[in-house]
C-alpha cells in the first residue's frame, strides 16, 4: 500500500494528564497486502478514523466510493473501531447530483456508513429545504456549530461525540462563514429580504471562535478524551484570510487534530493553538484524491496519513479497474450500487441537445481556469444564451458558474450539466448603469490573481487596465461596498452606446448573483422582473436548441473582445 506522508515529524501534544504524541511518517509503505498493518498493529489501536472532503459528486474519480468501500472494510477486517467522517461539498458539483439536489450521493454516503459529517458551502447550493431532507436522509446528519438561526442556536447538532470501545472521540463541525457568497442559497431571506439564517461571519473571526469554543468546551465536559474540528474552511488564497483554518484555530485551545476541507489541497502539516501547541491539520485534496487515515494509539500517540492507493486485500473479493489512467481495486458491491445509479439516469444524461465541431475550453490541461482571469468563448456562448432567452440587454456571469470544458461532438443533457452543475435560477432584472459599473470594476478587482467571481458578459463591452491598482473595499463576507479611487474599468458600452450610470438596463443572471453571490451586493437592490426562469443549464440548452438549431457556431472557438485590456 502506497501513501502520500508528510514531512517527518514528531510533536508532542498535552492531553489530560497523559502525553500525547502526532506523528507524520515519512515514505510509502510497501504493498505487504493487509500484513502491512496500514494503521498501526491492531493491539496498539484504539480508533482509525478515515476522512473524505470535497468530494462534489466524483463518486468514480481517482479511488472512489467503491474503493473507499474496499479499504474501509480491510480495515474492519483488523481493527475494532474506524469511524468514517466528510468535511463537506460532497453532493453537489456534477449531474447526478443537480438533477437529485443531492439525495442519490446520501445513498451511497449511507451505505459507506459515514458516522459524521460536516455541511460544506455547496450542500446548500439546492436551498435551505433541500438541505434539510438530505440532512434528515443522512443516517449520521450534519454537524455544524456556525449554521444558525439568526439570533439563535445552531440548526444542526454543534459537536457529536462518538464511542471507540472506552475512548470518547468528540467532534465540532464548522462550514464556511462567507457561504452566504460561496453558495447558491435560494431561501436564506425572508420576505423583507433579511437573513433568517447566520454564518457567524464578522470582521475578526471573533463570534466563529467564540462558538467553536464553546462547543470544544462542552464535548470536554460531557467526557470527550480527543476533540477534533472538521472544517470547511481551508486555507488558500482564494478565501477570506479572516475565515481561513489556520487563524480560527489560532484563536481555539483544546483541540487535538483539526480535519480540513474547502480549499481542494493536500497536505499534513501544524498550526498553534491559542495556547501555543502544535495543532496537527490534514486535508485530503478533491474527488476522493485520497483518503485522509488517523490512528488514534491506545498509548495517546496520533499519527495521520494520506492514503493515495488501495492495496489488493488478500481475503476480501475485489473488482480491477482503470481510472485516471490507473489500476484501482474497488469493492464490487459498492461499485454495482453505484453503476445502478448512474443506469438509472443514462436515458436522461445522454439526450442529444446538439453539435460541436471543436473543443470549448474553460481549464486548460494543467487545470488552470483561464474564465477566470479573461474572456471565454464558452463563458461568451453562456452568457448569449442567457441575454437570448431573457430577452434582455445585457447578461452577466462569474466565471466560477463554469466549470467544465465542452467537447468537440454530440452534445448532451450530461454535458451541459457537467459544464454547469450548479443548475441556478435565471432571473431578469433591471439595474442601473452605475450597478453594472460597480459589477464590472468589482469583478475584475482581484486581477492578475484568478476569482470565481471575474465577470463574462453579453450585451457589454469594457475595457481594464490591470496595472492600476483596485480601489474596490469590500466587507467581512466580500461583499461590495465601494470604489474609493480610480477605477481600472473605463469605456463601458451597452451594445453600440456609451453606458449611462444613470439609465435602466434589463440584465439576465442568476439568482446566485442578484442576491449578493461572490460578493455582488449591488445587485440587491435591483428591481427583479421574472422570479421563475428555468436552471442555467436548461437555459443554455433551449438557446442551442430553438435559437441556432442544435449547432454551436465557430464564433464561439475564441473570445469575441467583449473585454478590452488597455
Avoid at 27 to 54: C, F, K, R, S
Avoid at 254 to 264: E, F, K, N
Avoid at 275 to 286: D, F, M, R
Avoid at 539 to 563: C, F, H, W
Wanted: aromatic content about 8%.
Amino acid at each position: 500500500m502506497k501513501k502520500r506522508l508528510g514531512f517527518v515529524l514528531l510533536v508532542v501534544l498535552c492531553f489530560s494528564l497523559a502525553a500525547c504524541a502526532f506523528a507524520y511518517t515519512e515514505g510509502p509503505v510497501a504493498d505487504q497486502g493487509m500484513q502491512a498493518y496500514p494503521a498501526g498493529n491492531p493491539e496498539d489501536v484504539a480508533a482509525v478514523i478515515l476522512h473524505t472532503n470535497d468530494i462534489h459528486v466524483g463518486f468514480e474519480d481517482n479511488i472512489g466510493y467503491d474503493g473507499l468501500a474496499l479499504y474501509k472494510k480491510e480495515l474492519e477486517e483488523l481493527y475494532d473501531h474506524v469511524l468514517l467522517v466528510d468535511a463537506g461539498d460532497a453532493i453537489q458539483g456534477a449531474p447526478i447530483g443537480a438533477i437529485s439536489k443531492g439525495a442519490e450521493l446520501i445513498k451511497i454516503m449511507n451505505r459507506l456508513g459515514y458516522d459524521l459529517a460536516v455541511p460544506g458551502n455547496h450542500e446548500f447550493d439546492f436551498g435551505f429545504e433541500a438541505l434539510e431532507d438530505r440532512s434528515e436522509e443522512l443516517k449520521c446528519g450534519y454537524t455544524c456549530a456556525n449554521f444558525c438561526v439568526t439570533g439563535g442556536e445552531p440548526v444542526f447538532e454543534p459537536w457529536r461525540i462518538l464511542a471507540a470501545g472506552d475512548v470518547k472521540i468528540g467532534f465540532v463541525g464548522v462550514v464556511a462563514p462567507d457561504t452566504f457568497v460561496k453558495s447558491s442559497i435560494r431561501d436564506i431571506l425572508n420576505e423583507v429580504g433579511e437573513p433568517m439564517y447566520d454564518f457567524l461571519a464578522d470582521e475578526t473571526g471573533e463570534r466563529l471562535a467564540a462558538a467553536l469554543q464553546q462547543s470544544i468546551d462542552e464535548a470536554r465536559k460531557n467526557g470527550a478524551d480527543y476533540m477534533i474540528l472538521v472544517s470547511h474552511l481551508g486555507n488558500n488564497d482564494t478565501i477570506t484570510e479572516t475565515f481561513r483554518c489556520d487563524p480560527i484555530v489560532e484563536k481555539l485551545s483544546g483541540l487535538d487534530m483539526v480535519i480540513d476541507a474547502h480549499s481542494h489541497e493536500l497536505y499534513n502539516r501544524t498550526v498553534k493553538d491559542r495556547t501555543g501547541k502544535e495543532i496537527p491539520i490534514a486535508q485530503a485534496g478533491k474527488k476522493l484524491e485520497s483518503i485522509g487515515q488517523l490512528v488514534i494509539y491506545k498509548d495517546g500517540r496520533l499519527e495521520e496519513s494520506l492514503v493515495e492507493e488501495v492495496p489488493a486485500p488478500k481475503d476480501l473479493e475485489a473488482e480491477k479497474v482503470t481510472r485516471g489512467k490507473k489500476e484501482r481495486y474497488v469493492d464490487p458491491e459498492m461499485k454495482a450500487f453505484i453503476d445502478e445509479i448512474v443506469a438509472s439516469y443514462a436515458d436522461t444524461m445522454e439526450r442529444k441537445i446538439g453539435t460541436l465541431s471543436y473543443d470549448m475550453i474553460v481549464r486548460d490541461e494543467d487545470g488552470y481556469d483561464i474564465s477566470r482571469v479573461e474572456e471565454n468563448g464558452l463563458c461568451d456562448f453562456v452568457t448569449d444564451a442567457y441575454r437570448a432567452i431573457g430577452g434582455t440587454q445585457v447578461a452577466f456571469l462569474t466565471a466560477g458558474s463554469v466549470r467544465n470544458n465542452l467537447e468537440a461532438g454530440d452534445v448532451t443533457y450530461n454535458s451541459m450539466l457537467n459544464i454547469l452543475p450548479y443548475s441556478n435560477d435565471v432571473v431578469t432584472a433591471e439595474v442601473t448603469g452605475q450597478m453594472i459599473l460597480d459589477a464590472l470594476e468589482f469583478g475584475v478587482a482581484k486581477l492578475p490573481d484568478i476569482s470565481a467571481g471575474f465577470p463574462q458578459v453579453s450585451g457589454i463591452t469594457f475595457h481594464v487596465n490591470k496595472e492600476i491598482p483596485s480601489s474596490v473595499a469590500a466587507d467581512e463576507k466580500n461583499q461590495f461596498l465601494s470604489v474609493d479611487g480610480e477605477r481600472r474599468v473605463t469605456n463601458v458600452k451597452i451594445g453600440e452606446e456609451t453606458l449611462d450610470p444613470e439609465k435602466e438596463y434589463t440584465l439576465t443572471g442568476t439568482s446566485y448573483v442578484l442576491n449578493g453571490g461572490d460578493g455582488y451586493s449591488m445587485f440587491r437592490d435591483a428591481a427583479i422582473l421574472t422570479m421563475t426562469m428555468l436552471p442555467d443549464n436548461e437555459v443554455v440548452m433551449k438557446y442551442l436548441e430553438e435559437n441556432l438549431n442544435g449547432v454551436i457556431p465557430d464564433t464561439y472557438q475564441e473570445a469575441s473582445g467583449r473585454l478590452i485590456w488597455d
